[in-house]
């Protein structure tokens, strides 16, 4: 099996809202491991990174918490979009779309017209 990686600074708070998009609210665990599930297990999440992140995206906005029970029956703060949190995902994806197909015209440039 293949080294696991760190989440890229700057992709985590996308990779969170996006989670929460398509599932739910969902408790940190779960985003954890929706993220490493998400990526074919090639990404790890460090919770010294995710709880950080999950308290900044809820001060600004994007997201609110509930106390609730988990699968396991443990008492756990589930995590969901908020309406700006809803308007932050299309403005993170747009920019990461912007991006990326940026830095794909350096990894795979065209050749040039003769």
Not at 64 to 84: D, H, I, K, V
Request: hydrophobic letters at 35%; a positive charge.
């Amino acid at each position: 099996m293949g080294e696991k990686l760190d989440v890229w600074q700057g992709t985590l708070a996308l990779m969170v809202l996006r989670t929460l998009e398509v599932l739910g609210p969902v408790h940190g665990y779960g985003i954890a491991r929706r993220i490493e599930q998400t990526s074919g297990k090639k990404l790890v999440v460090n919770y010294g990174t995710l709880y950080p992140a999950l308290l900044k995206l809820e001060q600004e906005g994007y997201l609110s918490t509930e106390w609730g029970t988990s699968e396991n029956g443990r008492r756990a703060r589930f995590y969901s979009l908020t309406r700006a949190g809803r308007r932050q995902v299309a403005r993170e994806t747009q920019q990461w779309e912007e991006a990326t197909s940026i830095l794909a015209r350096f990894l795979s440039p065209e050749e040039p017209a003769s």
